[in-house]
């Protein structure tokens, strides 16, 4: 009885070892990447980066028509999908009594696991094969990406908010149209932020479907129906081109795009901290 | 008096079409945009196919040569079992690290270190699948060419599996970096699972005398079919996973690979390396045609994944109640 | 004493109710309730829980139907016009039908201000002076204008239990409604607010028709013009609030007010 009990004692505190052990394994890699961009991409930043557009082989240059063509691809991609994000986690969250609402929450989070190369692709024959390659090709499938996330944390954070102030709003006699957006929606701003922010963090890291529907651009922006540069394909053909100067703006971009992603994280942490104030 | 009562029931009269009806059926319209996307998917996928799908037809994915020069033949067979054995390798790397974090998340560690390991975890989730690959080609390659394979080798060599002609990248390399990749979901919605294990039966087990692990071990088999939904979760993510894998398995088409060192090719991974540079139609045709039948894969996958999911949370759930 | 007498007399009748029953599904909570409410008076319905008063009062602004599988059937005139024809816009009616919960539920993502001025915003009111004029009058009308003049801008939710409920009661009133239906108001309060919120339901009622719910015999007595007993979703007795706790005619109304049930 009692080397039984001491067999299950040994096995418990090996278990326990091996449980953090899977922890601190996972970890490893976690800070050798991080180490790696914040290093090599140190190396890569300087004013040029910043102010220089992308260089030609040999040439010194920066990612600043990158940065310019990434930001306005994000905010063409937001419009299109934050909208129909945030109605649709209306709809699932005010109206959640429609035979609709269970095929659509189930669609969303399906929509989410689509490998995003098959979305690029989607854009590709919808929207590339009309206009050609362009910021509009990209910036479409982006949304479509955005959707579900921004869906999915819409619906959380207006069923957050009590049933009582929805009842309090009604008996005063306000439509409920205006209960839903001037009321209840105002209530859960905090987590529709949120949920945007985690949108643009995800769709700017997002480099396949923008390979198969924009290309690669060298130039400063110039038109929607025209490609634009982007930080995270560069990243991706510079690391796999053989030249040097491209191969440290890979790591600066790599840097540039980790912070981006890591303010964003840190800051929706900080926004959901703060209780809710009921 | 009968005059009094209409002109006062004008005050409370309904219009015509009332806000409330517009904006409901307003917002229905942009959550059905989601089930209109999807189908549109799959027939625009379908119509970017459709040369190859005449020219091939079902065949398609039993095909095994890949000829854009000279006979224009397509076939993606061996594209899915480089995207079946990759994933494979990142389940049997991914899924114990996993489950391990899971279960620490969920059982060894206390509610305000859980925020924080949980947060660490999510920042593996948050990096980029490029920078994966960027750090993959110059810092992972390296060090399992140097430092790794070769002890392998020389353990493992006698098997065809281990002997081979070692560069560094390859299909071992994706598939480590995949399961790197794939612990964050895999992970989370573990957690997410066995957290949801009413306290009552860990509680019954406690009592009679149980160890920790004891205890895991029991809460573990009442999450279980929660727990494969999220390993198959997983696969679901590995199987799509594009541009890490492409920057490091190598890109040869090749039916089998010669090893697990040698270089070979995923669906996900020939779309991404090939697509802006395909010259024919047929070309083009066949590189949509890779990308429907991932679409249809990876579908698949994640639908029986979040059915399982989330039947067994409901499950659990219902107990917990009765 | 005989002034009001006479006065109430005269007073008309805000509700006739005829024949209203209610279901939760299948389950039917009020059965056949007949009853008119007079014209600015205080009138009080009681009865053990369950016993359908809640449900009552949710029938009067049709706040009753929003809950899914909930069902109505009967006729509530109001001001002589049936509130269920099909033709009446429900929200219109809650416009003139105030309603005050049980648990206080001002809006907490918004300031003090906002709370009052929000009804008055949403249906239409844009002049910024007139707004700030029925803010300040409803405010003093529940007695918090002193109380939070210099802080108008704090968050609705950052008062006192007692002010919260106060507050919305201003909210129902800058709306200007005829009726104010209370549910329950101060049986989350403590007993000096609640004083507070029963001596303001006395001025109220000089201006509206007030119908309370409770489930404290005393508040009723204390409170109301007219007491209304009800049981298992009957109405059982109904008259003066003097009448029914001095001399009850039905043999259940003095079960329950000498604590005969739980």
């Known amino acids: 009885m009692m080397d039984n009990y001491r067999i299950r004692k040994i096995k418990d505190r090996l278990m326990r070892i091996l449980v953090w052990s899977s922890l601190i394994i996972a970890m490893i890699p976690l800070f050798s990447i991080l180490l790696d961009v914040f290093v090599n991409g140190a190396r890569a930043i300087d004013m040029d980066f910043f102010l220089l557009p992308t260089p030609t082989v040999g040439e010194k240059g920066g990612i600043a028509n990158a940065i310019q063509g990434t930001l306005i691809t994000l905010g063409l991609a937001s419009i299109i999908g934050v909208p129909i994000g945030i109605m649709s986690g209306i709809f699932l969250s005010e109206y959640h009594d429609s035979k609709l609402s269970q095929p659509v929450r189930f669609i969303n989070d399906v929509l989410s696991g689509f490998p995003s190369i098959v979305v690029g692709i989607f854009g590709y024959v919808l929207i590339v094969s009309v206009i050609g390659f362009s910021v509009i090709a990209a910036a479409f499938s982006l949304a479509i990406i955005m959707i579900p996330i921004v869906t999915r944390t819409t619906e959380e954070s207006l069923r957050m908010v009590p049933v009582a102030i929805r009842e309090a709003a009604l008996a005063l006699g306000i439509r409920r149209w205006k209960t839903i957006i001037f009321i209840v929606l105002k209530g859960a701003r905090k987590g529709v932020i949120t949920g945007i922010l985690l949108a643009l963090a995800r769709i700017a890291g997002e480099s396949a479907p923008v390979l198969v529907t924009m290309g690669y651009w060298r130039w400063w922006f110039s038109g929607l129906n025209r490609p634009a540069s982007n930080i995270a394909l560069n990243i991706y053909l510079f690391a796999i081109s053989p030249f040097e100067n491209w191969r440290t703006l890979a790591w600066g971009s790599a840097l540039f795009l980790i912070l981006m992603i890591l303010g964003i994280s840190i800051l929706v942490r900080v926004l959901t901290r703060g209780k809710y104030e009921w | 008096m009968k005059s009094k009562t209409s002109f006062s029931k004008i005050v409370y009269l309904k219009a015509k079409i009332e806000g409330d009806e517009i904006f409901r059926l307003v917002s229905a319209l942009f959550a059905l945009a989601t089930i209109l996307l999807v189908g549109l998917m799959v027939y625009e996928l379908t119509r970017g196919s459709w040369l190859s799908l005449q020219k091939f ?169 929660g727990v494969i939904g999220a390993i198959i979760l997983g696969l679901g993510r590995a199987i799509g996973e594009t541009m890490a894998v492409t920057m490091l398995i190598g890109n040869k088409f090749k039916v089998l690979p010669s090893s697990f060192f040698d270089a070979w090719y995923t669906m996900a991974a020939i779309i991404a390396n090939e697509f802006t540079e395909a010259t024919s139609d047929v070309y083009v045709s066949a590189l949509i045609h890779v990308g429907l039948t991932l679409f249809l894969i990876s579908l698949i996958v994640n639908v029986i994944a979040r059915l399982i999911v989330w039947r067994t949370l409901r499950l659990v759930k219902g107990v917990s109640r009765g | 004493m005989v002034n009001r007498q006479k006065l109430e007399a005269e007073l008309s009748y805000k509700f006739e109710i005829e024949n209203l029953n209610a279901w939760f599904g299948s389950k039917q909570v009020l059965k056949s309730i007949n009853m008119k409410i007079k014209e600015k008076a205080i009138t009080a319905i009681i009865g053990p829980s369950g016993c359908g008063k809640t449900t009552l009062i949710r029938c009067l602004n049709r706040m009753h139907e929003t809950i899914p599988d909930a069902k109505v059937s009967g006729r509530v005139l109001f001001n002589e ?142 409170v109301s013009d007219y007491t209304a007993f009800l049981y298992l979703g009957e109405l059982i007795e109904y008259g003066p609030t003097r009448q029914i706790f001095e001399n009850p005619k039905n043999e259940l109304t003095e079960k329950y007010l000498t604590g005969g049930f739980g």
Not at chain 2, 103 to 128: H, N
Not at chain 3, 139 to 161: I, P, Y
Request: charged share 15%.
């Open chain 2, 57 to 225: 037809g079902l065949w398609f994915i039993m095909g095994t040569s890949w000829d854009p020069v000279f006979t224009l033949n397509f076939g993606a067979l061996p594209l899915i079992l480089g995207t079946l054995t990759t994933s494979a390798i990142a389940l049997a790397m991914g899924v114990p690290i996993s489950i391990g974090i899971g279960l620490l998340l969920s059982e060894y560690i206390p509610k305000r270190l859980g925020f924080f390991v949980s947060f660490m975890v999510e920042l593996l989730a948050a990096i980029p699948s490029v920078i994966y690959g960027l750090w993959g080609i110059f810092v992972l390659i390296p060090f399992l060419r140097n430092n790794v394979y070769p002890y392998i080798q020389a353990v493992l060599g006698s098997l065809p599996l281990f002997s081979g002609p070692i560069y560094g990248g390859g299909v071992l390399t994706a598939g480590i970096v995949l399961a790197i990749m794939i612990i964050p979901i895999i992970s989370s919605v573990s957690r997410d699972v066995l957290s949801a294990v009413p306290h009552s039966q860990r509680e019954a087990v406690i009592s009679l005398g149980a160890t920790k692990w004891e205890t895991c071990k029991i809460v573990m088999s009442y999450a279980k079919p």
């Open chain 3, 81 to 222: 016009v049936n509130i269920y024809d099909r033709d009446v816009d429900p929200v219109r009616i809650r416009r003139k039908i105030g309603m005050i919960f049980q648990k206080p539920n001002p809006f907490p993502m918004m300031s003090i201000y906002d709370n009052v001025a929000i009804g008055l915003k949403l249906n239409g009111v844009k002049d910024k002076r007139k707004i700030d004029l029925i803010v300040e009058k409803s405010l003093r009308m529940v007695g918090l204008w002193d109380e939070v003049k210099d802080e108008l801008n704090k968050s609705g939710a950052s008062l006192s239990g007692g002010q919260q409920q106060r507050l919305c009661i201003a909210r129902a009133l800058a709306v200007e409604p005829e009726v104010l239906l209370m549910d329950e108001p101060t049986s989350a309060l403590d007993p000096i607010s609640s004083a507070k919120i029963e001596i303001l339901t006395r001025e109220l009622a000089k201006d509206y028709t007030i119908i309370i719910v409770t489930h404290n015999m005393q508040q009723a007595a204390r």
